[in-house]
């Protein structure tokens, strides 16, 4: 089919935040290569509140998981049918409804196949249940394996379009159709993501004290922004230069993210927006490697200890990892110091 013929193209995303944030490289060389085609984007709700901030020329289709399964079917099929279809990542919920969608030609992953980083070397693990994987093996023209070991993962889906990325820092790939970055304000500020979705991922109180110690030492004239981390955050109540950061929309955080002087976050959304936003970051790790999440900002650094566990048992959410660790060793390891350390370097 060539580039003229598709004139209707339907993307399927269905993660999380900070995944739809790496997804910036591909809607973006898909805008240059397919500049007049219409371009709809099935996603579920956090998906509807990210991607009209990273590309505001999607039209979007919202579906999620607690929505009536009739309803949702009826919309899927009353869309009309694509040029091409492509499935932006190998979760279940993106395979079964790609099979649903109509489209002339349908291309994406299938069974996703990961290398978790191990001391001595790497642990392969496989992220779809093999028997849609094969369903889909039937459907998709092209089909392809989701190998992202190799690059950062901002340019992995790049290979949807028999492109290769060039190791270009995220913000690169920020299009005219993006939310632009915020002015920075004569106040200037650190902003510190301290919830990481996981709680073995997570810093303690007693580390972002000490961490939030040191930025007010080392930089007089910021204020400290702080989310999450609200034992910490207790310890500076008389000092109007840490502020709490609440929850707030999606929009808000674009905006604070972008105008920061540097971001401290784990592998997360806050993270991925400094990225975008070309804003300095330091990323902390653990247990998972940092070389597919880094920040790709000026002057980032990631902090990273490698726990001598991995490849990692870790249950997600609240529970502690499966040997019994409610913080991940590689975190455990970390000192204030290194945060400082490297932004003194970051903002030098």
């Given at each position: 089919?060539?580039?003229?013929?598709?004139?209707?193209?339907?993307?399927?995303?269905?993660?999380?935040?900070?995944?739809?944030?790496?997804?910036?490289?591909?809607?973006?060389?898909?805008?240059?290569?397919y500049p007049n085609a219409e371009i709809t984007m099935i996603t579920n709700r956090k998906g509807g509140q990210v991607y009209p901030l990273i590309d505001s020329r999607l039209r979007l289709v919202v579906v999620d998981h607690g929505d009536p399964k009739l309803p949702m079917?009826?919309?899927?099929?009353?869309?009309?049918?694509?040029?091409?279809?492509?499935?932006?990542?190998?979760?279940?919920?993106?395979?079964?409804?790609?099979?649903?969608?109509?489209?002339?030609?349908?291309?994406?992953?299938?069974?996703?196949?990961?290398?978790?980083?191990?001391?001595?070397?790497?642990?392969?693990?496989?992220?779809?249940?093999?028997?849609?994987?094969?369903?889909?093996?039937?459907?998709?023209?092209?089909?392809?394996?989701?190998?992202?070991?190799?690059?950062?993962?901002?340019?992995?889906?790049?290979?949807?379009?028999?492109?290769?990325?060039?190791?270009?820092?995220?913000?690169?790939?920020?299009?005219?159709?993006?939310?632009?970055?915020?002015?920075?304000?004569?106040?200037?500020?650190?902003?510190?993501?301290?919830?990481?979705?996981?709680?073995?991922?997570?810093?303690?109180?007693?580390?972002?004290?000490?961490?939030?110690?040191?930025?007010?030492?080392?930089?007089?004239?910021?204020?400290?922004?702080?989310?999450?981390?609200?034992?910490?955050?207790?310890?500076?109540?008389?000092?109007?230069?840490?502020?709490?950061?609440?929850?707030?929309?999606?929009?808000?955080?674009?905006?604070?993210?972008?105008?920061?002087?540097?971001?401290?976050?784990?592998?997360?959304?806050?993270?991925?927006?400094?990225?975008?936003?070309?804003?300095?970051?330091?990323?902390?790790?653990?247990?998972?490697?940092?070389?597919?999440?880094?920040?790709?900002?000026?002057?980032?650094?990631?902090?990273?200890?490698?726990?001598?566990?991995?490849?990692?048992?870790?249950?997600?959410g609240n529970e502690p990892c499966r040997r019994d660790l409610i913080q991940c060793s590689s975190l455990a390891a970390m000192k204030p110091g290194e945060?400082?350390?490297?932004?003194?370097?970051?903002?030098?």
């Open positions: 089919m060539s580039d003229g013929a598709i004139r209707r193209i339907t993307l399927l995303s269905f993660r999380t935040f900070g995944d739809y944030v790496l997804k910036a490289p591909f809607l973006f060389e898909l805008g240059r290569l079917l009826r919309t899927l099929l009353a869309m009309p049918r694509a040029d091409l279809v492509v499935a932006l990542d190998d979760s279940r919920t993106t395979l079964v409804l790609s099979l649903v969608v109509r489209g002339k030609r349908k291309t994406g992953w299938v069974q996703g196949i990961s290398l978790l980083y191990a001391e001595g070397g790497f642990s392969e693990w496989t992220s779809v249940r093999p028997w849609l994987s094969a369903v889909v093996r039937t459907v998709y023209r092209p089909v392809r394996v989701r190998r992202p070991e190799d690059k950062h993962d901002g340019e992995v889906e790049l290979e949807l379009l028999d492109l290769k990325g060039q190791f270009q820092p995220l913000a690169s790939y920020r299009s005219d159709f993006a939310s632009p970055p915020r002015p920075r304000p004569d106040a200037p500020y650190i902003y510190c993501a301290a919830e990481a979705g996981w709680r073995a991922r997570q810093l303690t109180d007693e580390q972002w004290t000490g961490i939030i110690r040191g930025l007010r030492q080392a930089f007089p004239e910021h204020t400290i922004v702080v989310h999450g981390a609200a034992g910490a955050v207790q310890e500076f109540t008389l000092d109007q230069r840490v502020i709490a950061y609440g929850q707030r929309s999606v929009a808000e955080l674009f905006a604070k993210i972008s105008a920061a002087d540097l971001v401290i976050a784990p592998d997360s959304f806050a993270l991925h927006l400094a990225s975008f936003y070309d804003v300095p970051a330091i990323g902390y790790f653990g247990p998972a490697h940092p070389h597919r999440f880094r920040p790709t900002g000026p002057r980032s650094a990631s902090l990273f200890h490698q726990p001598a566990c991995s490849p990692c048992l870790q249950l997600r945060f400082i350390a490297a932004a003194e370097a970051a903002l030098a």
